[in-house]
């Protein structure tokens, strides 16, 4: 015995008023598990124009002796359909996959109208597989079309099972095209005219219920469309969608004998070739296609046949194992050609017969599509949607040629795709082209965003926003939200489901719940925060659980959002967070630049002298160590110091540098400690200084020998005690910062003369490094000279410079006292002066003036007097030479002449330096 239906809502009476219209609830905007299906007696009117009263909830079904089993039953409102702004619907599909019903109001939908067709087809669905779509609809009564109402019943006949993507959209469109637009008797539902009655009513309850089941995986699809349309009030949309008022109900049974036909299918061959454009050009459900005509041997035989196809252009196979999926483009265009005959044929359009009409000639891609055949869907709007169970569906709208807007849903319910073997977009214009054309809107394929699965290479695509909230309806609301303002959303409905998707893909923001089935929130939490301790998590918690979301905080979360959630609320701290994974992501490509410009590959140099300092770099970065470097002004102080942070644990951290001969006497203490508010005069604020501002990095102390001896003794106990005392401040301040020092100055003889605190020096030389001077250095003058004139030429000119043999003559014999600063601001000097990118050696500006301190070129001025004297004569010589063989760009017989002694002598001196 089956128990009766109640309805789900008492207040049904009413129409859904979209802004600016008044439009009745469209037949693809239903509430299938509100409605009843009934038979009546035998020999009981079927056209009686009241509807019945509905049942009591429990009350039983009977049966007489003069009466077949009364099928009236209907489902109470599922807790899946929690009312949620107004709305809330189910969409019902057949159990092929065909989308039979949508959307619905809460209190504003009237079960009485529109939703009867669409409860119709579930109908077709109770009488077996024989009886599951229709054939034909019959008035059992007179239309008068100036009114567009059918005074009587409406009969629905079903038998040809090939006949999938009829849904309520498609009959009531046809049913308006013939001038009815309110019904004032039943819809009465049967096998045909001739067939009895004989399929029992547990069998139709157990199926009716079955398809609701299916209705609840994918209910979202049509409810996303209907919202996406109200949010951006597409009137247009919502109101162009057809509707037929039934002020009946649903009744299984026989047509009455003067029901006339009024729509009826006009070619069998059109069905076949609707089915084989439906097994390929749009993804409903082709499982149940093949299995009723024997699978997909038999499809591909009868194609081949009807079609006048080569069997080797047609390829069957699914990744499911259940259907069919895959054709070639030469058999897509024989397939439409067909259809386009027989459409020309029987005076149809495209818009009568599809709901699509090949908008999809692509594929719904998801997890079983490989990355080498992933395209994009086409659509001219549309949302995609996946179900909780995996399936992808394409909800939207086009426009047809005469100017309609048809409502498709494209559905992919158990992972079989439509992949074509050739370009996509060329499949497109092929479609509209054998259709006559692209429509006269100028429609344009729009590309869809998908979520694409991470591989093994990584993916360019990052989904924004990670959405974790088990209850559907807010969780569809929250992703409206969230894309409406640009986001990318990818959605899941427990801990478990986040925590997969978390470990699948990366994401930039997580929005979960805190109380969930399958885990919590926090599992959530903890799980985003070990795939990425940087990612920025946000908490969703109702009022009593406030204590829980700020033990989230602590454990790492973004931040918090209380329920009910407030919209601008929601968007602003998602802006937020991602602003900062923005940050974090920019910080992490500076980190980047700053290694190229800073570490070792940017020191150039082959010679023994700086490959040791390198070494040694090296050694002492990982330690802890004080570290002084000692070196002429210009050898690259600063760059080795740079080197020694960003190869230590503290490469994350400030590296902050101080020039201590560059601040005057009176300011370098507040510089490098700060000061209290009120500590002196002017002193209006607190000030923080260098080493506190460096906390967890390195401090780089340059010309530490300036640094003056009153200052040292604080210095020195910032260094050993790790703390520091700020100007005018009570008590010391901890700090924690690794020093590295550097002077041109011999700080031993300071120390002798007392210039310099011995306690401070040997603290400081903990690991001193020697970094050589430009002229030690051998032919790194040429290399550091090639990689200056590349990177300055390039920023400067667009291009790379390079060096004529002449000028690296030129720079191998000068001296460079200024080392490495030198060698690059001469550089820079010859890129602009430069009439072409060779550099020649008047552009360098090194001719010597002979006015400069001897010490300034590198003298060695040690030793008695004859001893200075042999080796300042020697390097005047070489200076000479060079400079000789500069301006005569390396000839060597007008170079001897200028500098008056034989050409042999000169040849000689060339090798004696090394010229």
Same mark, same amino acid.
């Given at each position: 015995?089956?128990?009766?239906?109640?309805?789900?809502?008492?207040?049904?009476?009413?129409?859904?008023?979209?802004?600016?219209?008044?439009?009745?609830?469209?037949?693809?905007?239903?509430?299938?598990?509100?409605?009843?299906?009934?038979?009546?007696?035998?020999?009981?009117?079927?056209?009686?124009?009241?509807?019945?009263?509905?049942?009591? +909830?429990?009350?039983?079904?009977?049966?007489?002796?003069?009466?077949?089993?009364?099928?009236?039953?209907?489902?109470?409102?599922?807790?899946?359909?929690?009312?949620?702004?107004?709305?809330?619907?189910?969409?019902?599909?057949?159990?092929?996959?065909?989308?039979?019903?949508?959307?619905?109001?809460?209190?504003?939908?009237?079960?009485?109208?529109?939703?009867?067709?669409?409860?119709?087809?579930?109908?077709?669905?109770?009488?077996?597989?024989?009886?599951?779509?229709?054939?034909?609809?019959?008035?059992?009564?007179?239309?008068?079309?100036?009114?567009?109402?059918?005074?009587?019943?409406?009969? +629905?006949?079903?038998?040809?099972?090939?006949?999938?993507?009829?849904?309520?959209?498609?009959?009531?469109?046809?049913?308006?095209?013939?001038?009815?637009?309110?019904?004032?008797?039943?819809?009465?539902?049967?096998?045909?005219?001739?067939?009895?009655?004989?399929?029992?009513?547990?069998?139709?309850?157990?199926?009716?219920?079955?398809?609701?089941?299916?209705?609840?995986?994918? #209910?979202?699809?049509?409810?996303?469309?209907?919202?996406?349309?109200?949010?951006?009030?597409?009137?247009?949309?919502?109101?162009?969608?057809?509707?037929?008022?039934?002020?009946?109900?649903?009744?299984?049974?026989?047509?009455?004998?003067?029901?006339?036909?009024?729509?009826?299918?006009?070619?069998?061959?059109?069905?076949?070739?609707?089915?084989?454009?439906?097994?390929?050009?749009?993804?409903?459900?082709?499982?149940?296609?093949?299995?009723?005509?024997?699978?997909?041997?038999?499809?591909?035989?009868?194609?081949?046949?009807?079609?006048?196809?080569?069997?080797?252009?047609?390829?069957?196979?699914?990744?499911?194992?259940?259907?069919?999926?895959? &054709?070639?483009?030469?058999?897509?265009?024989?397939?439409?050609?067909?259809?386009?005959?027989?459409?020309?044929?029987?005076?149809?359009?495209?818009?009568?017969?599809?709901?699509? #009409?090949? &908008?999809?000639?692509?594929?719904?891609?998801?997890?079983?599509?490989?990355?080498?055949?992933?395209?994009?869907?086409?659509?001219?709007?549309?949302?995609?949607?996946?179900?909780?169970?995996?399936?992808?569906?394409?909800?939207?709208?086009?426009?047809?040629?005469?100017?309609?807007?048809?409502?498709?849903?494209?559905?992919?319910?158990?992972?079989?795709?439509?992949?074509?073997?050739?370009?996509?977009?060329?499949?497109?214009?092929?479609?509209?082209?054998?259709?006559?054309?692209?429509?006269?809107?100028?429609?344009?394929?729009?590309?869809?965003?998908?979520?694409?699965?991470?591989?093994?290479?990584?993916?360019?695509?990052?989904?924004?926003?990670?959405?974790?909230?088990?209850?559907?309806?807010?969780?569809?609301?929250?992703?409206?939200?969230?894309?409406?303002?640009?986001?990318?959303?990818?959605?899941?409905?427990?801990?478990?489901?986040?925590?997969?998707?978390?470990?699948?893909?990366?994401?930039?923001?997580?929005?979960?719940?805190?109380?969930?089935?399958?885990?919590?929130?926090?599992?959530?939490?903890?799980?985003?925060?070990?795939?990425?301790?940087?990612?920025?998590?946000?908490?969703?918690?109702?009022?009593?659980?406030?204590?829980?979301?700020?033990?989230?905080?602590?454990?790492?979360?973004?931040?918090?959002?209380?329920?009910?959630?407030?919209?601008?609320?929601?968007?602003?701290?998602?802006?937020?967070?991602? *602003?900062?994974?923005?940050?974090?992501?920019?910080?992490?490509?500076?980190?980047?630049?700053?290694?190229?410009?800073?570490?070792?590959?940017?020191?150039?140099?082959?010679?023994?002298?700086?490959?040791?300092?390198? #070494?040694?770099?090296?050694? +002492?970065?990982?330690?802890?160590?004080?570290?002084?470097?000692?070196?002429?002004?210009?050898?690259?102080?600063?760059?080795?110091?740079?080197?020694?942070?960003?190869?230590?644990?503290?490469?994350?951290?400030?590296?902050?540098?101080?020039?201590?001969?560059?601040?005057?006497?009176?300011?370098?203490?507040?510089?490098?400690?700060?000061?209290?508010?009120?500590?002196?005069?002017?002193?209006?604020?607190?000030?923080?200084?260098?080493?506190?501002?460096?906390?967890?990095?390195?401090?780089?102390?340059?010309?530490?020998? *300036?640094?003056?001896?009153?200052?040292?003794?604080?210095?020195?106990?910032?260094?050993?005690?790790?703390?520091?005392?700020?100007?005018?401040?009570?008590?010391?301040?901890?700090?924690?910062?690794?020093?590295?020092?550097?002077?041109?100055?011999?700080?031993?003889?300071?120390?002798?003369?007392?210039?310099?605190?011995?306690?401070?020096?040997?603290?400081?030389?903990?690991?001193?490094?020697?970094?050589?001077?430009?002229?030690?250095?051998?032919?790194?003058?040429?290399?550091?000279?090639?990689?200056?004139?590349?990177?300055?030429?390039?920023?400067?000119?667009?291009?790379?410079?390079?060096?004529?043999?002449?000028?690296?003559?030129?720079?191998?014999?000068?001296?460079?006292?200024?080392?490495?600063?030198?060698?690059?601001?001469?550089?820079?000097?010859?890129?602009?002066?430069?009439?072409?990118?060779?550099?020649?050696?008047?552009?360098?500006?090194?001719?010597?003036?002979? #006015?400069?301190?001897?010490?300034?070129?590198?003298?060695?001025?040690?030793?008695?007097?004859?001893?200075?004297?042999?080796?300042?004569?020697?390097?005047?010589?070489?200076?000479?030479?060079?400079?000789?063989?500069?301006?005569?760009?390396?000839?060597?017989?007008?170079?001897?002449?200028?500098?008056?002694?034989?050409?042999?002598?000169?040849?000689?001196?060339?090798?004696?330096?090394?010229?």
């Amino acid at each position: 015995m089956m128990r009766k239906a109640r309805y789900a809502h008492a207040g049904m009476n009413r129409v859904i008023k979209f802004p600016g219209k008044l439009s009745v609830v469209t037949a693809a905007m239903v509430f299938a598990c509100a409605s009843a299906l009934s038979q009546p007696a035998a020999g009981g009117s079927s056209t009686n124009p009241k509807p019945s009263p509905p049942p009591s +909830v429990g009350q039983t079904v009977g049966t007489t002796s003069e009466s077949k089993p009364v099928v009236s039953q209907a489902l109470a409102q599922p807790a899946y359909l929690t009312p949620i702004a107004g709305y809330q619907g189910v969409l019902a599909e057949t159990l092929d996959g065909a989308t039979i019903a949508a959307q619905a109001a809460d209190e504003k939908f009237n079960p009485a109208s529109s939703v009867k067709l669409a409860t119709t087809l579930v109908a077709l669905q109770t009488l077996g597989p024989d009886h599951k779509f229709v054939t034909g609809v019959w008035a059992a009564g007179a239309i008068d079309k100036s009114t567009g109402t059918l005074t009587g019943d409406l009969v +629905v006949t079903g038998r040809d099972p090939s006949f999938h993507y009829e849904h309520a959209v498609m009959l009531a469109r046809q049913l308006n095209d013939l001038g009815i637009r309110t019904v004032t008797g039943n819809v009465i539902v049967t096998p045909s005219f001739t067939m009895n009655f004989d399929w029992s009513a547990r069998h139709s309850g157990e199926m009716f219920r079955d398809t609701l089941d299916a209705a609840k995986r994918s #209910a979202s699809a049509t409810r996303a469309w209907i919202d996406e349309r109200t949010l951006v009030g597409d009137n247009e949309s919502l109101s162009s969608v057809p509707s037929v008022v039934i002020s009946g109900e649903v009744q299984i049974g026989t047509a009455p004998p003067g029901a006339a036909p009024i729509l009826t299918h006009k070619s069998s061959k059109l069905v076949d070739v609707l089915k084989a454009l439906l097994c390929f050009s749009n993804n409903f459900m082709a499982e149940r296609i093949g299995d009723g005509l024997g699978g997909p041997q038999a499809i591909s035989a009868a194609l081949t046949r009807e079609l006048d196809l080569n069997p080797d252009e047609l390829s069957l196979s699914s990744t499911s194992g259940l259907g069919v999926n895959r &054709v070639t483009p030469r058999a897509m265009m024989k397939i439409l050609r067909a259809l386009r005959d027989e459409l020309a044929k029987n005076k149809l359009s495209l818009s009568d017969i599809l709901p699509v #009409a090949g &908008v999809d000639p692509g594929t719904l891609e998801d997890r079983y599509t490989d990355a080498a055949e992933r395209g994009s869907v086409v659509a001219k709007t549309g949302t995609l949607v996946r179900t909780d169970g995996g399936a992808s569906s394409l909800v939207g709208q086009m426009k047809t040629r005469s100017g309609r807007i048809v409502l498709f849903v494209i559905m992919n319910q158990h992972g079989n795709v439509v992949r074509f073997r050739q370009n996509q977009d060329s499949i497109v214009s092929a479609i509209q082209n054998s259709l006559g054309g692209p429509a006269p809107f100028a429609y344009q394929p729009v590309k869809l965003s998908l979520r694409l699965p991470a591989t093994a290479g990584g993916s360019d695509f990052m989904p924004d926003i990670l959405l974790v909230e088990d209850k559907e309806s807010l969780r569809r609301v929250l992703r409206l939200t969230l894309e409406n303002a640009g986001y990318t959303v990818t959605e899941a409905a427990d801990a478990r489901a986040a925590i997969d998707e978390i470990e699948r893909v990366p994401h930039r923001v997580v929005l979960t719940d805190l109380r969930m089935p399958n885990g919590s929130g926090i599992d959530v939490l903890r799980a985003a925060k070990n795939a990425d301790s940087d990612i920025p998590v946000i908490v969703m918690t109702a009022y009593g659980s406030i204590d829980e979301a700020v033990q989230a905080m602590k454990d790492g979360a973004h931040d918090f959002l209380q329920k009910p959630v407030d919209s601008n609320h929601l968007l602003l701290l998602v802006e937020r967070a991602l *602003e900062q994974s923005r940050l974090r992501t920019e910080n992490i490509l500076l980190r980047e630049e700053w290694s190229k410009r800073y570490g070792f590959p940017r020191i150039v140099g082959e010679s023994e002298a700086i490959k040791r300092a390198v #070494a040694e770099t090296q050694r +002492v970065a990982q330690t802890e160590a004080t570290v002084l470097l000692l070196g002429e002004s210009g050898t690259g102080k600063e760059l080795f110091a740079r080197a020694v942070h960003h190869l230590s644990n503290r490469r994350d951290k400030p590296f902050v540098a101080i020039n201590c001969a560059a601040i005057p006497e009176t300011l370098i203490e507040n510089e490098l400690f700060g000061h209290e508010r009120g500590a002196f005069t002017g002193a209006a604020d607190r000030r923080i200084g260098k080493f506190e501002l460096a906390s967890g990095g390195t401090v780089f102390l340059d010309e530490i020998g *300036e640094l003056p001896l009153a200052v040292q003794g604080k210095l020195l106990r910032a260094i050993e005690e790790k703390s520091i005392d700020r100007i005018g401040g009570r008590a010391p301040v901890p700090v924690d910062v690794r020093v590295v020092a550097a002077t041109n100055k011999d700080l031993r003889t300071a120390v002798d003369r007392g210039e310099f605190r011995g306690d401070l020096f040997f603290r400081l030389a903990v690991f001193p490094i020697d970094i050589p001077p430009l002229r030690e250095r051998g032919n790194d003058v040429l290399l550091l000279a090639r990689h200056f004139a590349a990177e300055i030429g390039k920023e400067l000119r667009g291009r790379e410079a390079t060096l004529s043999e002449s000028s690296m003559q030129a720079l191998r014999s000068h001296r460079w006292p200024g080392n490495v600063r030198e060698l690059e601001n001469s550089i820079e000097r010859a890129c602009i002066l430069a009439d072409e990118t060779e550099l020649r050696p008047a552009d360098f500006g090194l001719v010597s003036d002979g #006015a400069r301190d001897l010490k300034a070129f590198g003298f060695d001025l040690s030793g008695n007097l004859s001893e200075a004297a042999e080796r300042a004569v020697k390097m005047v010589e070489r200076q000479k030479i060079g400079d000789a063989l500069a301006q005569h760009d390396g000839n060597k017989s007008r170079a001897a002449e200028a500098l008056g002694v034989s050409y042999k002598t000169l040849l000689t001196k060339i090798k004696e330096y090394n010229l």
